[in-house]
Nanobody
Framework: QVQLVESGGGLVQPGGSLRLSCAAS????????IGWFRQAPGKEREGVSR???????YYTDSVKGRFTISRDNAKNTVYLQMNNLKPEDTAVYYC?????????????????WGQGTQVTVSS
């Protein structure tokens, strides 16, 4: 069964850090670009970051310099290191695998969505 499972969310104060994990099962992560998305209450799902099969990365402007995406193919896992977190980063974070054209962050072109992990940034 193809599955992605997110973990690592939690409550953190502004300026704090979290590392999210996206563990894949049922398929080999090496062959897919993986994206991280987030959705805050009342807002549309937003593309946050993406890592390609060859390690190229993309970040949305609001997280550049603060978030780092990486992959460990041996562990079939993608990570999102989030530093200097801000209240506006509060959302449910999801990972998914790209099945559409390379370079897109259109959620409709991703599948195998995980259940999400809640990130709350608050003092």
């Amino acid at each position: 069964q193809v599955q992605l499972v997110e973990s690592g969310g939690g409550l953190v104060q502004p300026g704090g850090s979290l590392r999210l994990s996206c563990a894949a099962s049922g398929f080999t992560l090496d062959y897919y670009d993986i994206g991280w998305f987030r959705q805050a209450p009342g807002k549309e799902r937003e593309g946050v970051s993406r890592i390609s099969t060859d390690g190229r990365t993309y970040y949305t402007d609001s997280v550049k310099g603060r978030f780092t995406i990486s992959r460990d193919n041996a562990k079939n896992t993608v990570y999102l290191q989030m530093n200097n977190l801000k209240p506006e980063d509060t959302a449910v974070y999801y990972c998914a695998r790209l099945i559409g054209p390379i370079g897109t962050m259109n959620p409709r072109l991703y599948n195998s969505w995980g259940q999400g992990t809640q990130v709350t940034v608050s003092s």
